[in-house]
């Protein structure tokens, strides 16, 4: 929106013309974003406290997570509320990858949303019953999906990037849409998944995001794609204002949420932000760079996948308790152990990530 404002300044003081440039843009999206989850989180903080909207905590849990029952939750809106803000004002609302993004964002936000309030204002245990949550994710990602191929301008748009190799990248043609769905539905639930301590998932929200920048970057620009041997494609060079928007408000959210948290990001937060880490791997073509970079979710997923399985079939457990975070906290490892280790595990992840751009 204020690149519009600051092209039409452009005739009366050529100074405006510095907002057109996508770097400053990105840092002041981050900035923007940060300071308005900061400045409106403790009266958000304070109206989920007043509204009792608080975090309902399992009995079969570590008994350390008891003392959490009551933290507000569905701190996700500060969140989704900090990213739109910021892209809203500071991209190229022009641009239809930034339109994408922002209808993940705000509708898997909203089936977490649906999700929350049943748990927690409802009194619901179960919430949103899985199979509708399924469902309607589905629908979301599948309509994104036909959307995304039949707009399609660049056959690059639909190629599979495989990472280390710069001269393998196979036409996936329609299977392209079924990568999307599973890549968009998928990264949803791992975030979910993950969101079990404090601060656990937003850190590897934050690395994976800003690591996204960097790639919708270089894939934006022409000269830098060219020498990384990666497609152009133009429309993913304003994806850098919504990586660092999401950083930003991460940022921001983190201090509240950090050890011991004042506020949990509840499903409207964790389902939304997986929601949109998939989509901009689909969109910057980096789907199993997301899965390396990701590392953190998918072990957490893969966890209970081993769990659920190995109980259905041998009646056995493999983990003291899933996902593999809990497992660790039952192990004797305290809270703040867990979370700065599985950080610096996902930091390493994403710096793995990021390497694939240089070794092809």
């Known amino acids: 929106m204020l690149i519009w404002l600051a092209d039409w300044l452009q005739q009366f003081d050529t100074g405006f ?28 903080i304070h109206w989920l406290q007043r509204m ?26 500060l969140i989704l509320a900090a990213i739109m803000s ?18 993940i964002l705000v509708s898997f936000g909203a089936i977490g949303f649906v999700d929350d309030y049943r748990k927690v204002i409802r009194k619901d245990a179960k919430g949103l019953i899985a199979r509708w949550k399924y469902f309607w994710q589905s629908v979301i990602a599948i309509a994104v999906a036909f959307y995304l191929y039949s707009n399609q301008q660049n056959p ?48 590897p929200v934050i690395l994976v ?4 920048a960097i790639f919708a970057y270089v894939t934006g ?13 133009p429309l993913t060079s304003e994806l ?11 940022l ?41 970079m990701g590392g953190v979710f998918v072990a957490e997923t893969l966890s209970v996948i081993l769990q659920v399985g190995s109980f259905k079939m041998r009646g056995k457990r493999i983990f003291k308790m899933a996902p593999i975070h809990h497992h660790y906290e039952l192990k004797g490892w305290p809270e703040p152990r867990v979370i700065v280790r599985f950080w610096i595990i996902s930091l390493m992840l994403v710096l793995v990530g990021l390497a694939t751009l240089k070794l092809r």
């Open 17 to 44: 013309r510095v907002f057109s440039y996508l770097t400053l843009r990105a840092i002041l999206s981050t900035l923007t974003a940060l300071l308005i989850a900061v400045i409106i989180g403790p009266k958000m």
């Open 52 to 77: 009792q909207i608080g975090q309902t905590i399992r009995d079969d849990g570590p008994e350390s997570h008891l003392a959490k029952s009551g933290t507000p939750t569905m701190g996700g809106l």
């Open 86 to 103: 910021s892209v809203l004002l500071w991209a190229d609302l022009s641009n239809r990858y930034v339109w994408v993004t922002l209808f």
């Open 156 to 203: 690059a748009e639909t190629a599979l990037l495989v990472p280390f190799f710069k001269d393998v990248m196979p036409q996936m043609g329609m299977f392209f849409m079924v990568v999307t769905y599973f890549v968009i539905v998928g990264t949803s639930n791992a975030v979910n998944l993950t969101d079990g301590l404090d601060g656990l998932a937003i850190v």
């Open 209 to 212: 995001a800003g690591a996204f």
């Open 221 to 233: 620009n022409i000269n830098f794609s060219a020498y990384l041997h990666i497609p152009y494609l």
């Open 240 to 250: 850098v204002i919504v990586c660092t928007a999401i950083v930003g408000a991460g």
């Open 252 to 292: 921001g959210f983190l201090w509240f949420n950090t050890y011991p948290a004042q506020v949990f990001m509840g499903d409207v937060g964790s389902l939304a932000l997986g929601g949109t880490l998939g989509i901009l791997a689909v969109l910057v073509r980096q789907e199993i760079v997301l899965i390396i």
